[in-house]
């Protein structure tokens, strides 16, 4: 069955410091793919979707400029916290679409200290 | 080796019915259990999020059950409605790491 990767799948950065979460669908293209956070205990909530080639469409109250979204090709698209902050750690997670099925990474742990 | 599974993978049924959906999973060292729902074009929405210590969570019609020792949990859906048709998924955290592992779901439909 068609998988997606994350990459890394933890990773601790310092304040201040920007981190990139890359998202791969490695057997098929991905026209949409969706990013998603969870704190600890509690449900995952949609950040953006992006649709290749264009900008990615944010939810509300998800900040575009700190969450950087990169839909570069059919099977990749990156998520970059840019100054991170302690209260950004978080688990990461994307999803990935093609014409008919959509698809889930493992995710990413980050940690800001 | 984690592995999620849910059974079965496509159920229809008259609305107004009550329904259970399973998951099982192999490894009982979860840290947590969630259910999801997936409209078709649409991304995730979280329905109930049940932790290791507890043993149901309820969201209206929505009862979700966890039973670690036997590495089960259901999804009941009171008086199902058409709105209810959707795929559930169902995914687990677990003990030592923060990897989602995640179900292949089940696709309901509810007959009007």
């Known amino acids: 069955g068609a998988v997606v990767s994350q990459h890394p799948s933890w990773v601790i950065c310092k304040s201040g410091t920007s981190v990139k979460i890359e998202c791969r669908s490695l057997d098929f293209q991905a026209t949409t793919m969706f990013w998603y956070r969870q704190f600890p205990k509690q449900s995952l909530m949609l950040m953006a979707t992006?649709?290749?080639?264009?900008?990615?469409?944010?939810e509300q109250g998800v900040e575009k400029d700190k969450f950087l979204i990169n839909h570069a090709s059919l099977t990749l698209s990156t998520l970059t916290v840019t100054s991170a902050h302690p209260e950004d750690s978080s688990f990461y997670i994307c999803?990935?679409?093609?014409?008919?099925?959509?698809?889930f990474g493992p995710g990413t742990r980050l940690t800001v200290t | 080796k984690q592995e999620v599974t849910q059974i079965p993978a496509a159920l229809s049924v008259p609305e107004g019915e009550n329904l259970v959906l399973n998951c099982s999973f192999t490894d009982s060292a979860i840290y947590n259990l969630q259910w999801f729902r997936q409209d078709p074009g649409k991304g995730l929405t979280s329905l109930l999020l049940i932790q290791s210590s507890q043993r149901e969570q309820t969201s209206g019609r929505l009862n979700a059950s966890l039973d670690k020792s036997s590495g089960r949990s259901t999804l009941y859906i009171a008086a199902s409605q058409p709105g209810d048709s959707a795929t559930y998924l169902c995914a687990v955290h677990m003990d030592s790491n923060y990897q989602l592992i995640w179900g292949a779901g089940t696709k309901l439909i509810i007959k009007p």
């Open positions: 999803s990935a679409r093609d014409s008919f099925t959509q698809y």
């Open positions: 992006s649709n290749e080639g264009s900008k990615a469409t944010y």
